[in-house]
């Protein structure tokens, strides 16, 4: 049978379960002074609750799982994880950042396996529950949304602020207003569609109008006024 311990360590003045027969030897859990606690680890005077050790899994390694059932009371939210908190500010200095959930990337020592991809956050699917609503993969309910790299829609590797990639066709942007709505499109001509008709493309030479009561030449001069349906680049 496996044996455990709960004690007190003198020389940290903390309460220590652990596994063994010995106090100290192998630490699972331990309590400060200060009420702070460390599982797998001595606690830190930094932190709350800090999760430390070596781990392997069996066919999925996690350091941490949350995963239990949680039944809603009616008319009111439910999920499996909340963060609540509130940050004070010191009395003086510089505070560089105040953060509800702060995500740092993790460390990831080479070894002989390949690896395919590695991210500080991945969100795996949607939930699919049956909603009056969507259901999302993520949600930003309010505020405003801050991204300093590239992001990358339909792509791995995003050149530029925002690069949007279709494998299965053009790549389309739409936007809507009040009913109405305009799509920009665009394979090796950019074309821009309001309503889902076509008015104007681009392409290396120059601007093209097509169906416009107006042409322009790529000088930008009106060509012809009152025709309709002319294409031209």
Known sequence: A??????????????VIGVGSTL????AIEIDSGARIGIGTAPNANYKATFGGAHTGGSNSYGLRVETAVTGVVDNNFAVASIKGTLVEAG???HANAVGLWLEPPTITGGSAALTNAATLKIDDAPSGTVTGA???LWVDAGVSRFDGNVGIGTTAPANALHIN???GPAQLRLDYGGAYTTIFATDTMYIQPGGTSRASFDSGGLTMINSDIDLNNQGSITNVGASGNDWT
């Open 2 to 15: 496996q044996n455990y311990y709960i004690g007190l360590e003198d020389a940290a003045d903390d309460l």
């Open 24 to 27: 100290g030897t192998t630490s």
């Open 92 to 94: 003086s200095g510089t």
């Open 135 to 137: 259901n999302y993969a």
């Open 166 to 168: 279709d494998a299965s």
